[in-house]
């Protein structure tokens, strides 16, 4: 999206939204890594 | 003939469930016949640790994270033996804990230079197995070389930093996604699966998308109906 000003056309350069992910249905307490938060490791 | 499918997947090269999730996800590929290409993106868990870290796993952990010493050996414990069932000795006593921001970069690098598969693999393979160290640049450009990169090209890279704010696109678009933790696979750019799922639900999901694709090449609706002969 662009708009037009006296001193010329700016560019909207934020990223249009990605699409929100889906998740599919899948086992909760599969293994995974956070940092050392809720998931440990 | 069926229509490759694309898999991003955002992971770190010191988190074991990426590497236990990256065998789980290859064998569910083979298990649902479809064609991949697969695209590493990283995810810092730790970018707070200097590249020099004098510790363990276990000292970075307890001290860093706060979490008890037998907790942590306790899931290491529990992580190695998951890991050793899907075909990977992991050595902890001989891992180097350290800053993988170098290591996205050369992965950048790598995927610039059509060797991204290659490169997490082996740097994967260099931190869990082999007590490699994956946070400087020499050890990185030595591991660069054996899966056919220019070492000296990569040392010149990583130096400038020419794929940091590649590695920061990535970290962003991890946040946009709302990706907490690793592994996280977006299987043809819409559908989300986390963690170190087993085979069976990786193969079920690239089946799911390979039908969908195949009803929208066609024109029509994915049947959800049974045939019955």
Not at chain 2, 19 to 34: L, M, P, Q
Not at chain 2, 148 to 174: P, S
């Amino acid at each position: 999206m662009s708009e037009t000003t006296p001193t010329g056309t700016v560019t909207d350069t934020v990223p249009a939204a990605r699409p929100i992910i889906q998740l599919l249905e899948q086992d909760d307490t599969a293994g995974g890594c956070c940092g050392g938060g809720s998931c440990g490791i | 003939m069926s229509e490759t499918i694309k898999v991003d997947i955002w992971s770190d090269v010191q988190c074991p469930w990426c590497y236990i999730g990256k065998r789980k996800f290859e064998a569910g590929v083979a298990a649902s016949g479809t064609e991949v290409e697969v695209e590493y993106h990283s995810f810092e868990l730790a970018p707070d640790t200097p590249v020099d870290f004098a510790g363990s796993p276990v000292d970075y952990l307890s001290e860093r994270k706060g979490i008890p010493v037998p907790q942590v050996l306790e899931m290491l414990e529990r992580v190695t033996g998951i890991a050793e069932s899907v075909g990977l000795h992991y050595d902890y006593d001989s891992v180097h804990q350290t800053n993988t921001i170098k290591a996205h970069e050369l992965l950048h690098y790598a995927k610039a230079h059509g060797l991204q598969l290659e490169m997490k693999e082996s740097l994967l393979k260099a931190y869990f197995v082999d007590g490699g160290h994956v946070g400087r640049i020499d050890d990185l450009a030595d591991l660069a070389e054996t899966v056919g990169l220019d070492r000296a090209d990569v040392v010149r890279a990583l130096t400038e930093n020419d794929y940091l704010a590649a590695v920061k696109a990535d970290v962003a678009q991890a946040v946009e996604y709302g990706i907490q933790g690793v592994p996280f696979f977006v299987i043809d750019g819409k559908y989300g699966i986390s963690g170190a799922q087993d085979p069976d639900t990786f193969a079920q999901a690239l089946r799911q998308v390979q039908g969908e694709k195949a009803a929208a090449a066609a024109g029509t609706a994915p049947s959800t109906e049974e045939t019955h002969a």
